[in-house]
């Protein structure tokens, strides 16, 4: 093996392993955002459901012959 053919090799490896580096940059950033997606989307589906259900509870409270 000649110089030149162990310097091709090492600048092989190197691309390779720059670019394992970047793909597993790019899954973490892809796997962080979907989660704080669904963070966000579970948190206003939950905000909603307490409101539907306060809303539901007024409306009993008012129309409650108990109350008249």
Known sequence: MTEEEKEEEEE?????VVVVVVVVVVVVVVVVEVKKKRE??????KRRTRRRNRKRKRKKEVNDPSNR
Do not use: D
């Open 12 to 16: 092989e490896v190197v691309v390779v």
């Open 40 to 45: 966000r989307q579970t948190s206003r589906t």
